[in-house]
């Protein structure tokens, strides 16, 4: 039987029928060659965690190339002849690193390190491909497939720019500055000088001269045929071969990259599938007078084909257009095998969808050819190729006419963020003057977004033929006419149908700007005739550091951070695959909140081959929650699995198992829920459906109403308002996941979890067995931001009982869709509120109510969080603030970065922002007359910062720019904020110094993830045993050395835990005086050895507990955010942040920056692109995926991101005179709000409307920004 053969870093390996399409090269990579530093999380190309490099000779020049792909996306049956580089392939602790992963490490760039293997690979495939020759742009350019929710980016950007030819100083003066701190030998292997490892080649060439890379031989072209019980692979290499393999059957599917089962999941395959990747016939380009592209070019080759020809061919000189737009379509990785043919069958299978190349080909009349056999081909238009019968037939090419240069063609795609995201509307221009005149022969407008029936604007076409369409009078009909021929198809997860419609249109007007003459048009409209681009970004960070203290303050990168750029940091889910074991996944209630379930009935899904049990809660030994009542913060007995009335949609029910992850989700569906009743009454999914209902009185509970002390009898105006702040997803990049391994204690459980003792107290009590017979031990968590705390403990339950049941290891890994539904997000908050305030602003009275969501159950209650922040800096003496919690059928909202403390800081500066627009202050007088007065620093802040960010003179520059725009406006706005600490605990260390060479091992009750504290807790002992950094080492946390130890959360966990350990090591140092005394100034190593032959104990532990004489303390921030906005899209653009935050004296300084810049860019996300969509019939999550939930990407940070700490700055309350810097600046972020509503509220005075306070819904998207502009017909001129 022929093989699939191919290699992963240089060792071959073969697949045979064993193999189904639906092995991914990723679940090869990790369960068969069990090499786990390759990641995944969604598993349809939206996060890039899974990228890998490969090699392979690609027809039709038979090159070899090395690019990066999506490892999820690529059936291992794809890789015959590829070469596979993984992330361990490029350097490890045995081999040493390579500079791209050393450098990524000394930048800073991971935090958790759970996407950073993406990254490194994404970046080796690049730098290989173009030897190394890189511009700074480029390399900014091409990680828009790569999310990353820790970092903010900024300092991934830095690591990668550091090799661009044209880094520039402040990089490169960073990459100095950090190699010369010299704090870990980044080769990381311990040897001699001149050592091979420091001289690892990375000339791309190079590297690859000698190497053996190619298995497949360059003749072996025949078909290749895999045959299994199920599946029929044919690999075929010509048109014949195709033709012949369709033939044999009906049944089948073509694959060409097979990337598009990204955008619309491939639930089952069916029995044939025909690889065409490698059809000669279908790739690379031939010109007649047309442009024919083979419809298996990848859209890398395309556009590199495009640049050339627009560069060297007048005729084509279109295609550059063309170029620019394809950058913006999916990403590197899915470019690099995604094909011209893959996309316009997706195109065709679902008319709905927005194809960037329909649109961009369907603009120039672009001829598809499509064949029916090797010499049968036919010619049509892409219309035409929507209709036609596609069975047997295979798309050969597409055919691009030249255009004449009296002829113009504008493109547009508008998306909700600035990268690989698809569009809300995409758009095509093609223009046809007469010759040396401005009348239109004829025009083209093709739209995607709108419709599947929706392509060609016919009407407005027809009317503008033989019109000068740079007249107003000519424009407002032609925009009439648009706007009434477009008819918008509601799509639930896609803005709204008036949103779409009248983005459509002004994109239209936006080409008619783009073309019209300058003596035609008014230059202010100029602004609107192109989209925001953004500018490379750059960044700066402004600390001191005490060197009389270091290793404390110093800044060093992580601990870890090699073992993260090379896939080496273990996370649960890398534990080795065990023999027989099993994997769980959820069975949901996909219905109505109050529906009340039956029974399950699960024979379908236990016939299928490798299906092995069904649990539902009847099963469950224990009793049936991960929320019992021994966990503190949690008063509600959660259910694992629903036993009766279904509070939320897709609450599991039962749980499926079997032989390996996919199957388990895939299963999971069949099983089916009998209802004994399903609700038909619409669900109660916000605050304010709850409010407006009959069950008001039911779910809305009193947490808690201050009253005020005093009221001011000045009252000059009274100003209402209310706030709507929606909820956010986590978006850890390792999603919900535990591993249960039985033994013959009881059960070890490797939990992503935030909290050790809580994982213990629920495992134990749903298995019923003694808590001393669970152990929970975790080396790290891929991003936890609150997510993990309580919420962790579900899966870890659900695989604990599977374990228990089975006795054997069960993985429980949540699908994103599964995550997303199923784990509750950040807690919805409503306010309205009445103040009355003199003549300067200052408040004589507030009464603020709000509300916040609990969702279905009482636990994670955040009221009281935003009770102690609501203050801030203000004097809250007039203040009546009254709480309320309320129940709404969404899953229990819990904790997320910055929980309740972003609410209630947002809803105070909302105020003040109110107060001094209604009275036309200024918003920074406003603040300040309302401040505390004493012991407060941030007046000096304020001033402090305004002069850094040159504030006041570029107040003057947004106006004059506003002034002298009128399609794009800018806002500059400063906030401040004073973020109350507060202390949890308890939580231990543990520090054991070794006899035999005086090095320390720690563990601490904390847990890892991503934030720092093993670095922090290093730098501590370091520093209060007075030895070296490379002396410590730090264990995973487990429960067992940590007991009874807090959640790691609330910012504390670092300092708390760094308490504790500075605690143990003082107990320790207490032990070794004598002996210190005894030797005279001895050396550590004899000073141990010393002790130990006495006697001494040298293992220490300490509980730090809130008894401890730590106080609660303030940390100040002040936060300038410039936006741009184009009014005409909805885009934005952040131009600068300037952020000062008191970090105290800190504990390690460049994890501080990182811990406030990756705060502040996921405030970002969730007041710009972050957007949660219900079905409001069934209450069901819509919005489940990376297609259609946007976080941040890398273009989407401040172009300009400037952070300062506060000079001279200690703490006497805190830890070593530190602070906290987790989630304040997330606080901060909510600026962009306000400098927003002042670019908007300039662009509707500019529009006739009266001046007003502008309220834009949050978040603020593209579609709310657009839609606050308030845009008529009548406002698109020219003149
Ligand atoms: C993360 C992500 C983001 C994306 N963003 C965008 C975007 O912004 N804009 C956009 O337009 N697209 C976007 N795409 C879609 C992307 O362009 C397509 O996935 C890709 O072009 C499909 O090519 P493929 O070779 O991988 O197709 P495959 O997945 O192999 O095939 C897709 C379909 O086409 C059929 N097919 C393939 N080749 C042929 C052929 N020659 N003849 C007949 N049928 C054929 C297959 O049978 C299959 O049904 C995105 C995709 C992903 C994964
Ligand atoms: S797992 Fe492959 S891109 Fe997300
Ligand atoms: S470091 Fe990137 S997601 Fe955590």
Same mark, same amino acid.
């Given at each position: 039987m022929a093989l699939i053969t191919f290699k992963i870093n240089g060792k071959q390996y073969e697949a045979d029928g064993r193999y189904s399409p639906e092995v991914s090269l990723n679940d090869y990579i990790r369960t068969e060659v069990s090499l786990n530093g390759t990641k995944a999380m969604c598993h349809e190309g939206g996060c890039g965690a899974c990228i890998v490099s490969v090699q392979a000779s690609l027809p039709p020049s038979n090159e070899v190339k090395t690019f990066a792909v999506n490892s999820c996306l690529v059936s291992i049956l794809s890789c015959h002849g590829w070469e596979i580089t993984t992330v361990e392939g490029i350097g490890n602790k045995i081999i040493g690193y390579h500079e791209i992963q050393s450098r990524l490490a000394k930048f800073n760039g991971t935090q958790c390190g759970y996407c950073t293997p993406g990254w490194v690979m994404n970046f080796y495939s690049l730098y290989m491909s173009k030897n190394g020759n890189l511009t700074a742009e480029e390399i900014e350019n091409s990680f828009s497939g790569n999310i990353c929710r820790c970092t903010g980016y900024r300092a991934i950007a830095d690591a990668f720019k550091s090799f661009a030819s044209n880094s520039g100083q402040s990089v490169n003066k960073k990459l100095k500055d950090i190699e010369d701190l010299a704090i870990f030998n980044t080769c990381g292997v311990k040897c001699k000088e001149n050592c091979h490892h420091k001289k690892i080649n990375h000339n791309a060439n190079d590297n690859f001269k000698d190497n053996e890379w190619c298995i497949l031989n360059k003749d072996d072209n025949e078909t290749r045929v895999l045959k299994s019980q199920r599946y029929m692979w044919s690999k075929v290499y010509s048109l014949k071969q195709a033709f012949k393999a369709m033939k044999q059957c009906d049944n089948y599917k073509l694959i060409a990259g097979n990337t598009g089962q990204g955008v619309y999941h491939v639930k089952s395959y069916p029995d044939n599938v025909i690889d065409i990747f490698n059809i000669a016939e279908l790739k690379g380009h031939t010109q007649d007078v047309n442009l024919i592209l083979g419809a298996g070019t990848t859209l890398t080759d395309m556009v590199e084909i495009f640049l050339r020809l627009s560069a060297e061919n007048e005729d084509f000189a279109y295609l550059k257009e063309f170029y620019d737009h394809v950058d913006l379509v999916a990403h590197i990785p899915v470019k690099n095998i995604g094909t011209i043919g893959g996309n316009l069958y997706l195109k065709y299978l679902n008319n709905e969808f927005q194809s960037d190349l329909f649109v961009l080909f369907e603009t120039v009349g672009a001829m598809v050819t499509i064949a029916a056999s090797v010499n049968d081909n036919k010619i049509m238009t892409l219309l035409d190729f929507l209709n036609y019968d596609m069975r047997q037939k295979i798309i050969l090419n597409i055919v691009l006419p030249p255009l004449p240069s009296y002829c113009s063609v504008k493109t547009y795609k508008i998306m909700p963020r600035s990268q690989n995201s698809h569009a809300a509307v995409n758009a095509g221009f093609f223009f046809k003057f007469q010759k040396n005149s401005r009348i239109l022969d004829n025009i083209t407008m093709v739209f995607g977004g709108? +419709? +599947?029936?929706?392509?060609?604007a016919i009407q407005t076409e027809t009317i503008l033929k033989e019109k000068d369409p740079f007249t107003d009078e000519v424009l407002q009909r032609a925009l009439k006419t648009l706007y009434d021929e477009m008819i918008v198809e509601a799509a639930p997860t896609e803005p709204s149908q008036t949103y779409r419609k009248l983005l459509a249109v002004s994109l239209f007007y936006k080409s008619i700007l783009h073309l019209c003459p300058d003596d035609k048009l008014n230059p202010r409209n100029k602004s609107g005739a192109e989209i925001i681009k953004r500018v490379i970004s750059q960044g700066t960070q402004m600390y001191e550091t005490d060197k009389t203290v270091w290793p404390l303050n110093q800044p060093i990168p992580k601990l870890e951070a090699l073992l993260q750029c090379s896939g080496e940091a273990v996370f649960a889910n890398d534990l080795t695959k065990q023999n027989d074991e099993v994997y769980g996944a959820f069975v949901t209630a996909d219905v109505s909140p109050g529906s009340i379930i039956k029974k399950c009935d699960a024979i379908d899904a236990l016939k299928e081959p490798g299906v092995i049990a069904f649990y539902s809660a009847k099963d469950i030994p224990g009793e049936n929650t991960f929320t019992p009542e021994q966990i503190p913060l949690t008063a509600d007995r959660e259910e694992i699995l629903c036993s009766k009335t279904v509070k939320f949609n897709g609450q599991p029910v039962g749980i499926i198992v079997a032989n390996n992850q996919k199957l388990a989700n895939r299963v999971a569906k069949l099983v089916k829920v009998e209802y004994e009743s399903i609700n038909t009454n619409k669900p109660l999914l916000t605050i304010s459906d709850v409010l407006k209902s009959s069950e008001r009185e039911k779910r809305v509970k009193t947490f808690k109403i201050i009253e005020s002390t005093e009221t001011g009898k000045d009252v000059k105006c009274i100003i209402y308002g209310e706030i709507n702040m929606g909820s956010q997803y986590h978006y850890y990049m390792e999603t919900q996941t535990c591993v249960t391994v039985p033994n013959e204690d009881g059960m070890d459980v490797y939990a992503g979890t935030q909290w050790l003792d809580a994982t213990n107290i629920a495992v134990a009590n749903c298995l019923n067995i003694p808590v001393n017979r669970v152990n929970v031990i975790v080396r790290r968590v891929g991003g936890g931001y609150g997510g993990k705390i309580t919420r962790s403990l579900h899966v870890a339950c659900a695989a604990a009982i599977v374990s228990h049941l089975l006795n054997k290891t069960c993985r429980f890994v949540l699908s994103l869709q599964d995550n997303m539904k199923i784990i509750g997000k950040r807690a919805p908050t409503y306010c309205n509120f009445e103040v009355g305030v003199n003549k300067q602003g200052e408040i004589q009275y507030l009464k603020n109510k709000y509300y916040q969501d609990l969702g279905c159950a009482e636990n994670e209650v955040v009221a009281g969080i935003t009770l102690g922040h609501i203050g801030s800096c203000y004097t809250t003496k007039r203040w009546t603030i009254e709480a309320y919690t309320v129940h709404t059928d969404t899953p229990s909202t819990t904790w997320c970065r910055a929980p309740g403390s972003m609410e209630g800081i947002v809803m105070t500066e909302y105020i003040m922002e109110k107060i001094a627009y209604t009275l036309k202050k200024d918003p920074i007088e406003v603040r300040l007359i309302n401040m505390k007065k004493d012991d407060n620093p941030l007046p000096d802040l304020i001033n402090q910062l305004k002069t850094d960010a040159d504030f006041h003179s570029r107040e003057l520059i947004v106006q004059q720019f506003n002034k002298e725009n009128r399609w794009r406006k800018r806002g500059l706005k400063l906030m401040p904020m004073t973020y109350e600490l507060f202390y949890i605990g308890p939580y231990n260390a543990l520090v054991s110094i070794y006899h035999a060479d005086g090095t320390v091992s720690v563990t601490h009750g904390a847990v890892e993830m991503g934030q720092g504290v093993n670095t922090k807790v290093a730098q501590v002992c370091a520093h209060v045993l007075g030895i070296g950094l490379d002396k410590i080492t730090i264990k995973p946390t487990n429960s067992f050395t940590s007991p009874n130890c807090m959640a790691t959360g609330a910012s504390v966990g670092s300092e708390c835990v760094s308490y504790a350990a500075m605690k143990a090591c003082e107990i320790l140092l207490e032990r070794l005086k004598p002996f210190r005394d005894e030797l005279d100034e001895p050396e550590w190593k004899d000073l141990i050895r010393k002790a130990h032959y006495s006697g001494v104990d040298l293992q220490a532990s300490y509980m730090y507990s809130t008894n401890e004489p730590v106080k609660p303390y303030d940390i100040y921030g002040v936060v300038a955010l410039e936006v741009e906005i184009d009014c005409l899209t909805g885009n934005h653009e952040v131009k600068r942040v300037d952020l000062l935050e008191d970090?105290?004296? +800190?504990? +390690?300084p460049e994890i501080d920056v990182a811990q406030i810049e990756g705060a502040f860019v996921m405030g970002l996300g969730y007041w710009t692109s972050e957007k949660l969509i219900y079905d409001k019939n069934t209450g069901e999550l819509l919005t489940t995926r990376t297609w259609n939930y946007k976080p941040p990407g890398i273009k989407d940070i401040p172009a300009d991101f400037r952070i300062y700490f506060r000079r001279n700055s200690s703490n006497t309350c805190g830890v070593l005179q530190s602070k906290a810097t987790g989630e304040p600046a997330l606080c901060l972020a909510a600026v962009i709000t306000h400098a927003f509503r002042e670019a908007i509220s300039s662009a509707r005075l500019e529009a006739g409307y009266p001046e007003q306070w502008v309220d834009i819904e949050y978040p603020c998207t593209i579609e709310n920004l657009y839609m606050a502009v308030g845009h008529k017909l009548e406002h698109f001129k020219l003149k």
């Amino acid at each position: 039987m022929a093989l699939i053969t191919f290699k992963i870093n240089g060792k071959q390996y073969e697949a045979d029928g064993r193999y189904s399409p639906e092995v991914s090269l990723n679940d090869y990579i990790r369960t068969e060659v069990s090499l786990n530093g390759t990641k995944a999380m969604c598993h349809e190309g939206g996060c890039g965690a899974c990228i890998v490099s490969v090699q392979a000779s690609l027809p039709p020049s038979n090159e070899v190339k090395t690019f990066a792909v999506n490892s999820c996306l690529v059936s291992i049956l794809s890789c015959h002849g590829w070469e596979i580089t993984t992330v361990e392939g490029i350097g490890n602790k045995i081999i040493g690193y390579h500079e791209i992963q050393s450098r990524l490490a000394k930048f800073n760039g991971t935090q958790c390190g759970y996407c950073t293997p993406g990254w490194v690979m994404n970046f080796y495939s690049l730098y290989m491909s173009k030897n190394g020759n890189l511009t700074a742009e480029e390399i900014e350019n091409s990680f828009s497939g790569n999310i990353c929710r820790c970092t903010g980016y900024r300092a991934i950007a830095d690591a990668f720019k550091s090799f661009a030819s044209n880094s520039g100083q402040s990089v490169n003066k960073k990459l100095k500055d950090i190699e010369d701190l010299a704090i870990f030998n980044t080769c990381g292997v311990k040897c001699k000088e001149n050592c091979h490892h420091k001289k690892i080649n990375h000339n791309a060439n190079d590297n690859f001269k000698d190497n053996e890379w190619c298995i497949l031989n360059k003749d072996d072209n025949e078909t290749r045929v895999l045959k299994s019980q199920r599946y029929m692979w044919s690999k075929v290499y010509s048109l014949k071969q195709a033709f012949k393999a369709m033939k044999q059957c009906d049944n089948y599917k073509l694959i060409a990259g097979n990337t598009g089962q990204g955008v619309y999941h491939v639930k089952s395959y069916p029995d044939n599938v025909i690889d065409i990747f490698n059809i000669a016939e279908l790739k690379g380009h031939t010109q007649d007078v047309n442009l024919i592209l083979g419809a298996g070019t990848t859209l890398t080759d395309m556009v590199e084909i495009f640049l050339r020809l627009s560069a060297e061919n007048e005729d084509f000189a279109y295609l550059k257009e063309f170029y620019d737009h394809v950058d913006l379509v999916a990403h590197i990785p899915v470019k690099n095998i995604g094909t011209i043919g893959g996309n316009l069958y997706l195109k065709y299978l679902n008319n709905e969808f927005q194809s960037d190349l329909f649109v961009l080909f369907e603009t120039v009349g672009a001829m598809v050819t499509i064949a029916a056999s090797v010499n049968d081909n036919k010619i049509m238009t892409l219309l035409d190729f929507l209709n036609y019968d596609m069975r047997q037939k295979i798309i050969l090419n597409i055919v691009l006419p030249p255009l004449p240069s009296y002829c113009s063609v504008k493109t547009y795609k508008i998306m909700p963020r600035s990268q690989n995201s698809h569009a809300a509307v995409n758009a095509g221009f093609f223009f046809k003057f007469q010759k040396n005149s401005r009348i239109l022969d004829n025009i083209t407008m093709v739209f995607g977004g709108i +419709s +599947s029936q929706f392509t060609h604007a016919i009407q407005t076409e027809t009317i503008l033929k033989e019109k000068d369409p740079f007249t107003d009078e000519v424009l407002q009909r032609a925009l009439k006419t648009l706007y009434d021929e477009m008819i918008v198809e509601a799509a639930p997860t896609e803005p709204s149908q008036t949103y779409r419609k009248l983005l459509a249109v002004s994109l239209f007007y936006k080409s008619i700007l783009h073309l019209c003459p300058d003596d035609k048009l008014n230059p202010r409209n100029k602004s609107g005739a192109e989209i925001i681009k953004r500018v490379i970004s750059q960044g700066t960070q402004m600390y001191e550091t005490d060197k009389t203290v270091w290793p404390l303050n110093q800044p060093i990168p992580k601990l870890e951070a090699l073992l993260q750029c090379s896939g080496e940091a273990v996370f649960a889910n890398d534990l080795t695959k065990q023999n027989d074991e099993v994997y769980g996944a959820f069975v949901t209630a996909d219905v109505s909140p109050g529906s009340i379930i039956k029974k399950c009935d699960a024979i379908d899904a236990l016939k299928e081959p490798g299906v092995i049990a069904f649990y539902s809660a009847k099963d469950i030994p224990g009793e049936n929650t991960f929320t019992p009542e021994q966990i503190p913060l949690t008063a509600d007995r959660e259910e694992i699995l629903c036993s009766k009335t279904v509070k939320f949609n897709g609450q599991p029910v039962g749980i499926i198992v079997a032989n390996n992850q996919k199957l388990a989700n895939r299963v999971a569906k069949l099983v089916k829920v009998e209802y004994e009743s399903i609700n038909t009454n619409k669900p109660l999914l916000t605050i304010s459906d709850v409010l407006k209902s009959s069950e008001r009185e039911k779910r809305v509970k009193t947490f808690k109403i201050i009253e005020s002390t005093e009221t001011g009898k000045d009252v000059k105006c009274i100003i209402y308002g209310e706030i709507n702040m929606g909820s956010q997803y986590h978006y850890y990049m390792e999603t919900q996941t535990c591993v249960t391994v039985p033994n013959e204690d009881g059960m070890d459980v490797y939990a992503g979890t935030q909290w050790l003792d809580a994982t213990n107290i629920a495992v134990a009590n749903c298995l019923n067995i003694p808590v001393n017979r669970v152990n929970v031990i975790v080396r790290r968590v891929g991003g936890g931001y609150g997510g993990k705390i309580t919420r962790s403990l579900h899966v870890a339950c659900a695989a604990a009982i599977v374990s228990h049941l089975l006795n054997k290891t069960c993985r429980f890994v949540l699908s994103l869709q599964d995550n997303m539904k199923i784990i509750g997000k950040r807690a919805p908050t409503y306010c309205n509120f009445e103040v009355g305030v003199n003549k300067q602003g200052e408040i004589q009275y507030l009464k603020n109510k709000y509300y916040q969501d609990l969702g279905c159950a009482e636990n994670e209650v955040v009221a009281g969080i935003t009770l102690g922040h609501i203050g801030s800096c203000y004097t809250t003496k007039r203040w009546t603030i009254e709480a309320y919690t309320v129940h709404t059928d969404t899953p229990s909202t819990t904790w997320c970065r910055a929980p309740g403390s972003m609410e209630g800081i947002v809803m105070t500066e909302y105020i003040m922002e109110k107060i001094a627009y209604t009275l036309k202050k200024d918003p920074i007088e406003v603040r300040l007359i309302n401040m505390k007065k004493d012991d407060n620093p941030l007046p000096d802040l304020i001033n402090q910062l305004k002069t850094d960010a040159d504030f006041h003179s570029r107040e003057l520059i947004v106006q004059q720019f506003n002034k002298e725009n009128r399609w794009r406006k800018r806002g500059l706005k400063l906030m401040p904020m004073t973020y109350e600490l507060f202390y949890i605990g308890p939580y231990n260390a543990l520090v054991s110094i070794y006899h035999a060479d005086g090095t320390v091992s720690v563990t601490h009750g904390a847990v890892e993830m991503g934030q720092g504290v093993n670095t922090k807790v290093a730098q501590v002992c370091a520093h209060v045993l007075g030895i070296g950094l490379d002396k410590i080492t730090i264990k995973p946390t487990n429960s067992f050395t940590s007991p009874n130890c807090m959640a790691t959360g609330a910012s504390v966990g670092s300092e708390c835990v760094s308490y504790a350990a500075m605690k143990a090591c003082e107990i320790l140092l207490e032990r070794l005086k004598p002996f210190r005394d005894e030797l005279d100034e001895p050396e550590w190593k004899d000073l141990i050895r010393k002790a130990h032959y006495s006697g001494v104990d040298l293992q220490a532990s300490y509980m730090y507990s809130t008894n401890e004489p730590v106080k609660p303390y303030d940390i100040y921030g002040v936060v300038a955010l410039e936006v741009e906005i184009d009014c005409l899209t909805g885009n934005h653009e952040v131009k600068r942040v300037d952020l000062l935050e008191d970090t105290g004296r +800190s504990l +390690s300084p460049e994890i501080d920056v990182a811990q406030i810049e990756g705060a502040f860019v996921m405030g970002l996300g969730y007041w710009t692109s972050e957007k949660l969509i219900y079905d409001k019939n069934t209450g069901e999550l819509l919005t489940t995926r990376t297609w259609n939930y946007k976080p941040p990407g890398i273009k989407d940070i401040p172009a300009d991101f400037r952070i300062y700490f506060r000079r001279n700055s200690s703490n006497t309350c805190g830890v070593l005179q530190s602070k906290a810097t987790g989630e304040p600046a997330l606080c901060l972020a909510a600026v962009i709000t306000h400098a927003f509503r002042e670019a908007i509220s300039s662009a509707r005075l500019e529009a006739g409307y009266p001046e007003q306070w502008v309220d834009i819904e949050y978040p603020c998207t593209i579609e709310n920004l657009y839609m606050a502009v308030g845009h008529k017909l009548e406002h698109f001129k020219l003149k």
